[in-house]
DNA sequence: CTATGATCATCC
DNA sequence: GGATGATCATAG
């Protein structure tokens, strides 16, 4: 699998789709996940939509992150999973699903910048990462910040400006999606879904320890 | 609704 | 310009 991710380096995302025989949309209004879900098929993922790994024998998540050519920083926030609003008794960051979901992960970067035509994006050359002790930390620290947040019954005063690295911002169809949470007094609510996302900053520097490889 | 895949678009 | 808050498509 990692040799055909190596390989797909330098390729045009309009050359990949029509080889994955898969239909280009005019752009990523309405298809905002089309990219991942071109790489996924080319690259075959297992998991589809289940709670576990792309690729989950060899524990390796798979994401594809939009970049600039020119200055090599990530043009989007990076979503890993939702967030829990209930539940979340006894869960600790080694047991989280955010800690598992970025345990390993395939990064893919592709030109990104919304004046490039979709077709003529190019494909940069996978990185394949594994979370270290210190990046873990970090993680750690704004994870239990953000969690005791929900967890306390302040889900309501959330904003995407807690958290350094790690951040929680709506992940919903619409404004009006509602999901049990917890409010205050320990009072059981209904507010919108929640998932976490790595901030710029911290994808960044993943990327630019290898920018030199990818995108001319 | 929740999970997968993310980017859009407004506001500061 | 860039981050925050909002949103899009699809499967089950």
């Known amino acids: 699998m990692l040799e055909r991710a190596n390989s797909l380096f330098g390729y045009t995302l309009g050359e990949l789709s029509i080889y994955a025989k898969l239909e280009i949309p005019p752009n990523l209004k309405r298809d905002k996940g089309w990219i991942g879900i071109l790489l996924e098929r080319y690259l075959g993922a297992s998991a589809k939509n289940k709670s576990e790994p792309d690729f989950a ?11 600039d050519n020119r200055s090599k920083i990530p043009l989007e926030t990076t979503f890993i999973c939702v967030a829990p609003l209930i539940g979340n008794s006894g869960v600790t960051w080694e047991t989280s699903y955010v800690r598992y979901k970025l345990s390993r992960v395939l ?5 990104g910048q919304r004046t490039m035509p979709l077709a003529m994006r190019r494909i ?9 002790s210190k990046e873990e930390l970090h993680l750690k620290s704004d994870w239990e910040e953000l969690m005791d947040l929900i967890v306390l019954g302040k889900v309501e005063t959330i904003t995407a400006h807690h958290g350094e690295m790690l951040h929680l911002r709506p992940k919903a169809s619409h404004g009006k999606s509602l999901t049990a949470a917890i409010g205050k007094f320990g009072k059981p609510i209904l507010t919108i879904p929640l998932g976490f ?9 993943i990327i630019a320890r290898y920018y030199r490889y990818f995108l001319l």
Request: hydrophobic share 45%; proline share 9%.
């Open 57 to 67: 024998s060899i524990g390796i998540e798979l994401k594809t992150i939009p970049i």
């Open 124 to 132: 940069g050359a996978p990185l394949l990462w594994n979370l270290n």
């Open 197 to 205: 996302y790595l901030r710029k900053k911290f994808t960044a520097k």
């Open 107 to 111: 990064w893919i970067p592709i030109e």
